[in-house]
């Protein structure tokens, strides 16, 4: 069974690589294939007990044979323009459909794909819906076919940025977490900041910064580096309410940490028609005061605990920094070269890095690692991809469903209409409600699908109201983050909690207070727009950067520094009038 599991993880892989490397491939060829090949594991391989993969089997089958239809009738269906022929490509459609919302359901739980079936009814029944928000109704055929046969539904252009972008940066992520780069961002954490007063949690900010920059997962990055964070603050003394709230806060980081920014980078890409690179660069200085408010309030804490560093026994040797920060220096140049110096494009250069990770997993600290342990990690690394790129393509495709019929029945845009009437056309009052919108989905869908719902429908009326449209994707790609740490679901939280043993209430309310940032970054970007500009007007970013970091700091220390009620009140309004000054006199 096992030499199965990993033949068909390394055919996932070898398949998305290929993609990179053999020119132009219809999209109704990659984008099927690539849905055929996800299924299996989230149909099969994560699937526990008799009756769920006795059923992820069949479900399998059917999904998998339906994509390859669609694949090998590409030429046939990109002639009928949506509209389905006869009841066997009816079936087909159907069974689409149906393995969509169970891979979903299978993959992350009921919300998502519940949402995608009300939105299939809403598209089959609305027309009997009386008033604006009813539509004309469009035919069984076309209805179905346009979602399952066309490039307008499951096979639209989110997913082919899940085939053609976020698969190859995952692989990437994989290929680096299974060697030792790891290890180098948790030495570099360590000798940087370990000797400091509160060291183990700004060890635990740092190394969640530089892992979360390649894993994009809150809940990844709190289950790896809080296995080797969370017993360390334990261990000197550092309240557990306190050790977990740091880990998941400094891990929710990581979904807004430049590159993967947790696949939402590259559907950024796609729908604001932004490179991937000026998004990076307008995401870093925002990501980057994040981190500096959580260190500012771990400084706060280790003021009012007496946390202690880290004892130099325990902390690595310049050796053991030098030799392991390689493993992810080496790949993150080869990224970096190839984009910005060779202006390859992300996913040739993620390419060229993942062969340069692939070489170094033959390496460790001491030198040349033995066969099994090399092999080991490469089954590690094939493993891991597979079931991230499968886990990211469930989530995009059953977005995708929610998309077209948006789309096809023009809901969005009556959506946008309502956003704009309950706003009375004022941009503040229509921030605040898209931010409650992204708070409550995030509470029930992974953050990337929720900041794809709810840019789709919030979205054209926030740029209709005067942002720009990476301003307006920024701005609800934060919100819909809010959730990782906000009861009464906050999945980071949860996992910290847990790996602790505290009270995940507990948890919850310090790790707001650490995370202030990400409740008000999101309406600096609004208030100072230079502050995403780095690419076009460096000086005036930097120059807003360090005015918002002023400001964040003072509100940071006001809820965690200081006890007296007038002396927070004070200062908080201090700081959030440093940052929101702009606003005032407009």
Not at 384 to 399: D, N
Not at 513 to 524: E, V
Request: aromatic share 8%; proline share 5%; glycine share 10%.
């Amino acid at each position: 069974m096992r030499p199965l599991i990993i033949t068909a993880a390394l055919c996932l892989v070898a398949f998305h690589l290929a993609l990179i490397f053999s020119g132009l491939v219809p999209n109704l060829v990659s984008r099927p294939l690539h849905l055929a090949l996800a299924l299996p594991w989230i149909m099969i391989a994560a699937q526990q007990g008799m009756l769920a993969r006795t059923s992820g089997i069949i479900l399998t089958v059917l999904g998998v044979s339906a994509c390859v239809w669609v694949a090998v009738s590409h030429n046939q269906l990109s002639d009928q323009y949506g509209f389905l022929e006869g009841s066997y490509q009816l079936v087909i459609a159907v069974i689409l459909l149906v393995v969509v919302l169970e891979a979903a359901r299978r993959a992350i739980g009921v919300p998502l794909p519940l949402v995608a079936l009300l939105a299939l009814l809403y598209g089959l029944f609305g027309q009997h819906i009386p008033g604006e928000f009813g539509h004309s109704g469009t035919p069984l055929a076309s209805f179905l076919g346009t979602l399952t046969i066309a490039e307008g539904g499951i096979w639209g252009s989110l997913t082919g940025v899940s085939v053609n972008v976020v698969a190859i940066f995952v692989i990437f992520g994989a290929v680096l977490n299974a060697g030792e780069a790891g290890q180098g961002f948790m030495n570099i954490a360590s000798a940087a900041a370990g000797r400091l007063k509160g060291g183990a949690a700004k060890v635990s900010v740092l190394s969640s910064a530089l892992f979360g920059s390649i894993s994009g997962s809150a809940s990844a990055n709190v289950a790896s580096t809080g296995a080797i964070t969370l017993p360390a603050m334990t261990r000197l003394g550092y309240p557990k309410r306190l050790a977990a709230a740091v880990e998941a806060v400094a891990s929710s980081g990581g979904q807004i940490m430049p590159p993967l920014m947790g696949a939402g980078a590259f559907v950024m890409v796609e729908l604001t028609g932004v490179p991937y690179t000026s998004i990076m660069a307008a995401a870093v200085l925002p990501a980057i005061l994040y981190f500096l408010a959580v260190w500012i309030g771990v400084n706060a804490y280790a003021a009012h605990h007496d946390l202690a560093g880290i004892d130099e026994k325990d902390r690595p040797t310049g050796r053991d920094v030098l030799i392991t920060s390689c493993f992810f220096l080496v790949p993150f140049t080869v990224l970096l070269i190839g984009m910005f110096w060779i202006k390859f494009t992300p996913q040739y250069s993620a390419s060229m890095a993942i062969l340069a990770g692939f070489l170094l997993l033959f390496f460790n600290a001491r030198g040349i690692c033995t066969l099994p342990e090399a092999l080991s990690r490469i089954e590690r690394a094939l493993l891991t991809a597979a079931r991230q790129v499968s886990i990211i393509a469930a989530i995009i495709v059953c977005a995708s469903i929610i998309i077209g019929v948006l789309s096809i029945t023009g809901l969005g845009v009556k959506i946008t209409s309502l956003i704009l009437s309950g706003s009375g056309g004022l941009l503040w009052p229509s921030l605040f409600l898209t931010a409650l919108a992204c708070l409550v989905l995030g509470m029930e869908v992974p953050t990337t699908a929720a900041y794809v719902i709810c840019v789709s429908v919030a979205g054209p009326a926030l740029i209709q109201l005067g942002l720009e449209p990476l301003q307006a994707h920024l701005f609800v790609f934060w919100f819909a983050l809010l959730s990782t740490i906000t009861p009464p679901v906050c999945g980071a939280v949860f996992i910290a909690a847990g790996m602790i043993n505290e009270n995940w209430l507990k948890v919850a309310v310090t790790a707001m207070a650490l995370g202030i940032g990400l409740y008000i970054i999101p309406l600096a970007m609004i208030a100072n727009p230079q502050l995403i500009m780095l690419e076009n007007a460096p000086i005036s970013a930097v120059i807003a950067a360090l005015q918002t970091g002023l400001g964040l700091g003072l509100v940071s220390y006001a809820i965690i520094g200081f006890k007296n009620p007038a002396t927070r009140l004070l200062t908080g309004s201090i700081g959030l009038a440093v940052i929101f000054w702009r606003l005032a006199l407009s």
